[in-house]
Nanobody, 118 residues
Framework: QVQLVESGGGLVQAGGSLRLSCAAS????????MGWYRRAPGKQRELVAR???????NYADSVKGRFTISRDNAKNTVYLQMNSLKPEDTAVYYC????????????WGQGTQVSVSS
């Protein structure tokens, strides 16, 4: 069973940057599509960005050009670089491993809070 642990969240002013990390243990994420999701207060969880095993990426329209997802398979870690943050980016951010590869059931992290002040 893979465990995903997010880190790097916090409070930042609008226009600032944060880098989230998702460290996996218990299995290897090399062959797995990984993603970042978020849930804002009163809203449903939504996809922010995802990256395939081959490195292809896709982003929510609301973060295109500001956020970058990347992966370091040697470190079994996925990152989300967030620039030009806006108050509407405030949410709990979750790391996700999609079912497949060496993680047949997929997995979710516990989440990390990102708060952006205006």
């Amino acid at each position: 069973q893979v465990q995903l642990v997010e880190s790097g969240g916090g409070l930042v002013q609008a226009g600032g940057s944060l880098r989230l990390s998702c460290a996996a243990s218990g299995s290897i994420i090399t062959f797995t599509t990984m993603g970042w999701y978020r849930r804002a207060p009163g809203k449903q969880r939504e996809l922010v960005a995802r990256i395939t095993a081959g490195g292809s990426t896709n982003y929510a329209d609301s973060v295109k050009g500001r956020f970058t997802i990347s992966r370091d398979n040697a470190k079994n870690t996925v990152y989300l670089q967030m620039n030009s943050l806006k108050p509407e980016d405030t949410a709990v951010y979750y790391c996700n491993a999609e079912p497949g590869g060496l993680i047949p059931s997929g997995s979710w992290g516990q989440g990390t809070q990102v708060s952006v002040s205006s």
